[in-house]
T-cell receptor, first 116, second 116 residues
Framework: GAVVSQHPSRVICKSGTSVKIECRSLDFQATTMFWYRQFPKQSLMLMATSNEGSKATYEQGVEKDKFLINHASLTLSTLTVTSAHPEDSSFYIC????????????FGPGTRLTVL | AQTVTQSQPEMSVQEAETVTLSCTYDTSENNYYLFWYKQPPSRQMILVIRQEAYKQQNATENRFSVNFQKAAKSFSLKISDSQLGDTAMYFCAFMRATGTASKLTFGTGTRLQVTL
């Protein structure tokens, strides 16, 4: 498998502020990480694919300037929600892709964001 | 584009009994992977089982096994000897086998309740 951490696990912020969420691959170097968003009682929605050392690839309908993704190292990707608004409140989950014989995505524990 | 369908929004099973969760998918790809992920109340996504499309043999992991029917594009999950800890949301997912990181396409999920 793979061990993935996310920080913080939950955050509450005021409308208009920016929030950074970290995703770390703890036991291997991850060239690719993914960021998902999950609304209550719904499935995961892919937001973007994060590749180390290059720009993220965003899914259709996801605002690049609002959800800034940085994958500066092989163990860390960050998602920054800029100028957050109540509609950005959600559960954000990252995953790391482990290549080779597993070719599997392993998920972090998620971050619950509440924007007041 | 790929689609994944889980037609059972909710299911219930008694402890120690067996339950089968259904999943169908649609794709024009020949090489791909299929997954079942479990999301308990903690919301941590946990890999349950993985199947490579080129393998005819059904994957098994302890009490969990799949019935993979490639021609019918069906991928059901069987949980034997159900335990209270199996209570969770179960997502079926599809991923193209490209040799590089690929997106996961998720179904809408099946909520499984294991009762005494």
């Amino acid at each position: 498998g793979a061990v993935v951490s996310q920080h913080p696990s939950r955050v509450i912020c005021k409308s208009g502020t920016s929030v950074k969420i970290e995703c770390r691959s703890l036991d291997f170097q991850a060239t690719t990480m993914f960021w998902y968003r999950q609304f209550p009682k719904q499935s995961l929605m892919l937001m973007a694919t994060s590749n180390e050392g290059s720009k993220a690839t965003y899914e259709q309908g996801v605002e690049k300037d609002k959800f800034l993704i940085n994958h500066a190292s092989l163990t860390l990707s960050t998602l920054t929600v800029t100028s957050a608004h109540p509609e950005d409140s959600s559960f954000y989950i990252c995953s790391v892709w482990r290549a080779g014989h597993t070719d599997t995505q392993y998920f972090g524990p998620g971050t619950r964001l509440t924007v007041l | 584009a790929q689609t994944v369908t889980q037609s059972q929004p909710e299911m219930s099973v008694q402890e120690a009994e067996t339950v089968t969760l259904s999943c169908t998918y649609d794709t024009s790809e020949n090489n791909y992977y299929l997954f079942w992920y479990k999301q308990p109340p903690s919301r941590q996504m946990i890999l349950v089982i993985r199947q490579e499309a080129y393998k005819q043999q059904n994957a098994t992991e302890n009490r969990f096994s799949v019935n993979f029917q490639k021609a019918a594009k069906s991928f059901s999950l069987k949980i034997s000897d159900s335990q209270l800890g199996d209570t969770a949301m179960y997502f079926c997912a599809f991923m193209r086998a490209t040799g590089t990181a690929s997106k996961l396409t998720f179904g809408t999920g099946t909520r499984l309740q294991v009762t005494l």
